[in-house]
């Protein structure tokens, strides 16, 4: 009869062992506020598809300071996960080759937040000129 | 190749003699008597260039010969030594006690395997799954040995050599919370390998190989943590390996409705 | 007891045991081949080879030159059949590592590229960067688990052989996870289980490295041939002994004494080259490098250090960071983590330290011992290639070529013997499982297996340092005896089943003090000075030189129950070398010249 | 060879990407723009989002189209990391944690295709 009696270590907790877990677990939890956001969103439409008094209803709603306490929550949060979204690029996309070496991973994670900066101020010029 | 070291060298150079005692609480486990892991302190005098492993060694030699741990090269390159230090994966053997003087250095098996004895592991499990993604050439256009060598260009050669370096330490298995969540996760390292034969240009075996990487043991464990690639000693990028492998796995289940033949089942 | 009944067995998951087992199952996939190693394969100390293996590569390379500089790089000590047999079969070999997945370094268009190495007239070393044991070591690893016949006993610990109608049949292991006895049978045994420089102190070998193999065959009769030839390495770290690779000097390094001279000049290895030149200076062969080491220190002219002791620098700085960094990336982090020196701007302190055993189990040309069906085959094996002396990169052609060589014969015999008598094994294997359990559960002893090791380790680098003398040497002998009567006296602190390395290192021990008897037994009985043996006494210094006469023969050392090994000696087959005097430098491109012209 | 069972992965995690990235790069800006300027009448012109402006919005292809996959895709890619980080706390993958997440997101991305099916073109 073998003697071995293999001793397996509870998971419990173990996000907390390590700040490198802590962050992921932070980076992972600005989804609640993207779900949050999205529903919001889709109140909005509801509302929309309603009529003209139930949209203005919802956009009533937007303005009360909880809304807008709320709304500056998601916009840190969502940045936030805009930020790791990008950092993570060398770790989740296939290395691009440029004449023959590997680019730097801080040239990758830069090029997403610039493309992100842009893209921000590209929705925001479209939406001016909508509204224009 | 290699990519730039990150690790801290000292300035002060050169190992000085005078003797230090440092504290190291090591996590005890004796199947046949103890129910539970268990801390032990031992006090042990040590030089400026002494490893975490040479202290552990100490122990052995001086205090209790019943202190169970692998190590084997003393140089980082045979991937025996590993443990928890300090809570972070690091190879014993390349870690220095002066780095962590005059705090105490807490010692502890791998984590997410099950302990067998003080610092060793089950590695059963990770063995398996190394052989389980066919580590080995599976020729794309077969050669006999009076041909001579396969040509491999430098930029043939740079798709995967990074991915060869890996030592086997597990180290990345430890780091990975997904592993410890889900023991038959394939893992970082073994899907390293997969990865460094697949990217060879010698090699055709991609898609017989898709089906582990597709599989519900494969790369969709994965949730990007990305410690495992952080904690790596030989730079391998194994969660860069898993998470490529996503995008591969994808294209795999939906062009399969495409192509005839299909992927894998 | 657990019984497992296979066709081959093979001790040690190194190179050689590696491709050994993988030469089995591709000539004859139906049988049944046990791999049975202590540590799991890819831990094996083949993984730490860095510089690279040796291999006839370029157009204006040849086999005759590989032949002669090995034959000469042995002291002529060499088996001059089995030689040429090595060198023609090295780059086939190297090839089919090739077409298996080793990622060797490639020039610019593709090819596999050689670099230089000591003791080589032309460059012919194939290389993956400084991590050739590690590429290799792993290459044949991966490539053996598409092998369903080879099974793996990993973690397996080998503790005697069986031996029934005078042949070889098996061996029993403890599965080290459990503490528990497993008897595997075999028509042949392979034994691969690699060097012994753990009976020294300053070493460049892993904690595995315990001569396991060697005292398992010794203590069945099997010769242990040329023991007494310890290769010492010329540049490894001090206090911990790792080593930097040759190839650091294979690509460009300098050695310079503490005047910043490059002092190999002075001792026949000249004149100053600024690059790399085969057989000059740094370039030369290990042991006239660790010689010459030793005689500066003598001198005053090493670098004294209040911890490391006497050094001399590995000066890499000329040859830049980018470079080193492609080249020698490992040595560039080892000198980083251990040392705190970045290599391209300061110089790295080392010495020499204990590197390779070129005695072993003495077989013949096809790897098999004096006992039938008992191969021999690695770094353990004395099957002739490396002589007085082993030349650089020579060992790890040499596990894959003999490792094939045993296959191929394991597989002949295999398919010839009929099955042994189970029954015989089993009683065997079950007196040797109370013999080795006695040692773990005997109470009362008061001695430590560390005092022991170390006391043992301290003697051995005095008795058989890089010079020797008779004095020195027989007081290891003594110490020796000494240490033998009391790890009798032993006493475990873990008496426990599961995992218990307290009683492993114990039977390692015991293995360790008897190959350390042979090598200190047939050191002292070699009266004249060859490759590695180096002795500085004798009447009026009658030792210092080569003694063709008495000692152009290799030395056996058999085992004596409690008693000193005795020490006999056999011939040495020459075929087209005849001994010449050993030079390098410009002395031995004169020779070469020389040698040139009378033969034609 | 054991025989493995392919995972269904792939969709969610293609929609997770999908939700991810979107959120990235336009996520900030939509709630500044939605949530902080508009109601607090900052930068942008009074009436940008309007009655007529939205429903034209809506209505137009493209805008129906920004509209569908913003609400979904945020919602696939909420649901997929949820759903991972139950699991991740102890809570495992049953089926109630599926119906939660992905349940939840499958009926957003229902009721915002119906709504807007039903604003016409
Ligand atoms: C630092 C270093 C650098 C080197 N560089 C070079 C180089 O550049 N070129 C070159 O040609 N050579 C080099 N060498 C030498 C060469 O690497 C070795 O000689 C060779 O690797 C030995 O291989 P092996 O297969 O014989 O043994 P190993 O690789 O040592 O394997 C021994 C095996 O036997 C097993 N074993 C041992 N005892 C037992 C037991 N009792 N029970 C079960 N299993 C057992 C072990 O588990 C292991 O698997 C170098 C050596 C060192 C140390
Ligand atoms: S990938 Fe890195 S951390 Fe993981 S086993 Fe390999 S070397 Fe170790
Ligand atoms: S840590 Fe684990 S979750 Fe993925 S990126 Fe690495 S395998
Ligand atoms: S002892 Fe080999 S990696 Fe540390």
């Known amino acids: 009869m073998s003697k071995r009696r293999p001793y397996v270590r509870p998971m419990g907790g173990w996000w907390k062992k390590n700040p490198f877990y802590v962050e992921y677990m932070v980076h992972e939890s600005t989804a609640l506020f993207v779900a949050a956001y999205a529903i919001t969103l889709l109140v909005g439409l509801v509302r929309l598809g309603q009529g003209e008094a139930a949209w203005n209803g919802w956009l009533e709603a937007m303005k009360s300071p909880l809304s807008i306490v709320a709304h500056l929550a998601f916009l840190v949060a969502i940045a936030y996960h805009a930020f790791t979204w990008f950092k993570l690029f060398p770790l989740t996309m296939p290395p691009i080759i440029v004449n023959g070496k590997k680019l730097e991973p801080e040239v990758v994670v830069g090029s997403g937040w610039t493309a992100a900066v842009l893209a921000a101020l590209a929705l925001l010029g479209i939406v001016w000129r909508i509204a224009a | 190749m290699a990519p730039p070291v990150k690790r801290q060298t000292r300035k002060g150079k050169h190992p000085m003699s005078e003797q230090k005692i440092i504290e190291i609480e090591v996590l005890r486990y004796k199947p046949e008597s103890d129910q539970a892991p268990h801390s032990e302190v031992y006090k042990v005098p040590f030089t400026d260039d002494m490893s975490v492993l040479q202290g552990v060694q100490y122990i052995k030699d001086n205090f209790d010969g019943s202190l169970t741990f692998r190590w084997s090269c003393r140089m980082a390159i045979c991937g025996s030594c590993g443990m928890m230090i300090n809570g972070i994966p690091k190879l014993s053997c390349e870690s220095f006690l002066r780095d962590y003087y005059p705090n105490r250095i807490t010692i502890e098996a791998l984590a997410n395997f099950p302990i067998e004895k003080d610092l060793v592991v089950d590695l059963s499990g990770f063995i398996e799954k190394l052989e389980a993604i066919q580590p080995y050439i599976i020729p794309k256009e077969p050669r006999t040995l009076e041909q001579g060598e396969y040509i491999q260009t430098p930029e043939q050669f740079s798709q995967y050599i990074q991915f060869t370096s890996c030592i086997n330490c597990t180290l990345c298995y430890a780091a990975c919370p997904q592993v410890g969540l889900n023991p038959d996760f394939i893992g970082p390292a073994a899907m390293a390998l997969l990865h460094r034969y697949n990217m060879d240009s010698r090699d055709g075996g991609q898609a017989q190989r898709m089906e582990l990487v597709a599989s519900e043991e494969g790369v969709y464990n994965c949730s990007a943590v990305g410690y495992c690639s952080e904690v790596c000693p030989k730079h391998v990028d194994p969660g860069n390996a898993v998470n490529v492998n996503k995008i591969n796995a994808a294209k795999d289940y939906f062009l399969r409705f495409l192509s005839p033949k299909g992927g894998a089942q | 007891m657990e019984i497992y009944k296979a066709d081959v067995v093979i001790v040690g998951g190194g190179g050689a045991g590696l491709r050994a087992a993988i030469a089995v199952a591709e000539s004859d996939p139906s049988l049944k081949i046990a791999l049975v190693s202590k540590v799991y394969p890819m831990r094996s100390h083949t993984v730490a080879a860095e510089g690279g293996a040796a291999g006839v590569k370029r157009p204006d390379d040849s086999f005759d030159y590989h032949f002669h500089d090995t034959v000469g790089g042995g002291d002529w000590l060499c088996e001059q059949d089995v030689v040429e047999y090595f060198v023609k079969q090295a780059p086939v070999e190297l090839t089919q590592l090739e077409h298996w997945g080793c990622p060797w370094s490639r020039t610019a268009d593709g090819h596999v590229n050689v670099r230089p190495f000591g003791g080589m007239k032309i460059q012919r070393t194939w290389f993956a960067a400084d991590k050739s044991g590690f590429h290799i070591l792993h290459t044949l690893f991966q490539t053996s688990i598409k092998y369903p016949s080879i099974k793996r006993f990993d973690e397996y610990f080998v503790v005697d052989l069986l031996e029934d109608e005078g042949r070889c049949q098996g061996v029993v292991a403890i599965e080290m996870a459990t503490g528990e006895f497993t008897m595997i049978e075999g028509k042949s045994v392979i034994l691969a289980t690699g060097g012994a420089g753990r009976v020294f102190r300053e070493s460049t070998l892993g904690g595995i490295v315990t001569g396991d193999g060697m005292a398992l065959a010794f203590r069945h009769g099997v010769a242990l041939r040329d023991m007494e030839f310890v290769q010492y390495h010329p540049t490894c770290m001090p206090i911990t002994g790792l080593l930097f690779t040759e190839a650091c000097r294979g690509e460009g390094g300098y050695l310079v004494n503490k005047d910043g001279y490059r002092y190999l000049q002075d001792y026949g290895l000249g004149p100053l080259q600024d690059k790399p030149k085969n057989k000059y200076m740094e370039l030369g062969p290990r042991d006239r490098l660790s010689q010459a080491f030793w005689y500066e220190q003598q001198k005053g002219r090493t670098i004294e250090h209040p911890v490391m002791g006497s050094v001399v620098h590995l000066d890499l700085r000329h040859l830049g960071e980018a470079y080193l960094r492609e080249r020698l990336p490992l040595i560039y982090e080892m000198a980083e983590t251990f040392m705190g020196i970045d290599p391209a701007k300061e110089p790295i302190p080392v010495r020499a330290g204990v590197h390779y055993t070129m005695g072993g189990v003495r077989v013949a040309g096809n790897c098999e011992s004096s006992l039938p069906g008992l191969f021999a085959i690695g770094e353990c094996a004395s099957v002739g290639i490396h002589g007085a002396n082993r030349l650089g990169s020579n060992s790890l052609t040499e596990l894959l070529v003999f490792g094939k060589v045993a296959g191929d014969e394991a597989v002949k015999k295999a398919q010839s013997l009929p099955p042994g008598n189970s029954a015989t094994l089993l009683k065997q294997a079950q007196a040797a499982e109370q013999r080795v359990l006695a040692l773990k559960t005997k109470t009362g002893g008061t001695e430590r297996v560390a005092t022991i090791r170390k006391e043992m380790v301290k003697s051995m680098e005095d008795g058989c340092g890089i010079f020797r003398v008779a004095e020195t040497m027989q007081a290891n002998c003594d110490k020796l005896a000494e240490l033998r009567e009391r790890f009798k006296n032993i006493n475990l602190d873990d008496k426990t089943s599961v995992w218990n390395t307290d009683w492993l290192s114990a039977i390692e021990l015991d293995y360790q003090l008897d190959v350390a008897q042979a090598m200190a037994h047939s050191a002292i009985n070699r009266t004249e000075s060859r490759g590695a043996h180096q002795r500085l006494d004798g009447p009026d210094g009658a030792y210092k030189v080569r003694d063709d006469v008495n000692f152009l023969k290799h030395s056996d050392a058999f085992y004596v129950p409690g008693s000193a090994p005795r020490i006999t000696y056999g011939d040495v087959k020459i075929t087209k070398s005849p001994p010449e005097v050993r030079v390098y430098g410009a002395a031995g491109e004169k020779a070469d010249q020389e040698r040139k012209a009378s033969h034609v | ?121």
């Not at chain 4, 900030?28 to 009436?47: D, E, K």
């Open chain 4, 1 to 121: 060879m054991k025989t493995r069972k392919r995972s269904n992965a792939p969709i969610f995690w293609g929609l997770f990407g999908a939700g991810g990235m979107l959120a990235a790069l336009f996520g900030p800006m939509l709630v500044f723009i939605t949530g902080v300027a508009i109601p607090l009448g900052l930068l942008l012109p009074a009436g940008t989002m309007s009655y007529p402006k939205m429903l034209a919005f809506a209505q137009n292809f493209i805008g129906k189209g920004f509209i569908f996959v913003i609400i979904s895709l945020f919602l696939w890619h909420a649901a997929h990391r949820i759903f991972h980080s139950l699991h991740e706390i102890g809570i495992h993958a049953g089926f109630g944690a599926k119906l939660l997440t992905y349940g939840i997101a499958l009926i957003g991305t229902v009721v915002s295709a119906v709504v807007l099916l039903r604003v016409g073109f």
